[in-house]
């Protein structure tokens, strides 16, 4: 039944607006089958997201990275005089 309603009601419509549809119906399609696989996923295990997908290795960062660059220190001395 649902066939036939879809097919009626796209024979009144023009070219670019079938294509449309089309690619709506897909969408729908792949995020009916992505709520499939999240949902299984769910119930199989815990799944963490992590904040960076480098998170797991290792991330280089200098030594002084939480240290005042030279040319801030140099501009709040200027300010303070």
Known sequence: MAYDTLVRE???LPEDMIE???DFMR???????NNQINQ??????A???????L????VAMAEDFDETP???KMSSRNNLK
Do not use: G
């Not at 969408?27 to 089958?33: D, E, G, R, V």
């Open 55 to 58: 998170a797991d290795e290792f």
């Open 70 to 72: 030279e040319c801030q």
């Open 20 to 22: 449309q549809v089309i």
């Open 47 to 53: 799944f963490h997201r992590s904040f960076s997908p």
């Open 40 to 45: 299984s996923i769910s119930k199989d295990a």
């Open 27 to 33: 969408f729908l399609k792949y995020t009916s089958n």
């Open 10 to 12: 796209a024979k009144d």
